[in-house]
């Protein structure tokens, strides 16, 4: 996260591109309810915080809207391959 933020700080583009993610997310947030005078998430538009959440929104806006948020799910292993993460006991209905 601190090379990320320090990268914001050199790189135009990136800041930019950045600041364009943290427009979307609040766009988009706006719409479920508008939260006046309320931050951000992850730390943008000027820093990174929080990891998760600048990858949920790269999840939930689709790639090359968060530019960090994508890079931070790249770095992730694909462990949803191996099947689901948690199994739940079959319901009499479904046996």
Do not use: Q
Request: proline share 7%; with cysteine; net charge negative.
């Amino acid at each position: 996260m601190k090379e990320m933020t320090e990268r914001l700080a050199a790189d135009p583009e990136l800041a930019a591109a950045y600041r364009a993610a943290h427009e979307d997310y609040i766009r988009r947030r706006d719409e479920i309810e508008e939260l006046k005078n309320f931050p951000s998430a992850g730390g943008m538009p000027d820093r990174v915080k929080c990891l998760h959440v600048l990858v949920a929104h790269s999840l939930a806006a689709g790639p090359g809207v968060n530019p960090l948020g994508d890079e931070a799910l790249a770095m992730l292993p694909e462990w949803w391959r191996k099947g689901a993460c948690v199994t739940l006991p079959a319901k009499e209905d479904d046996r």
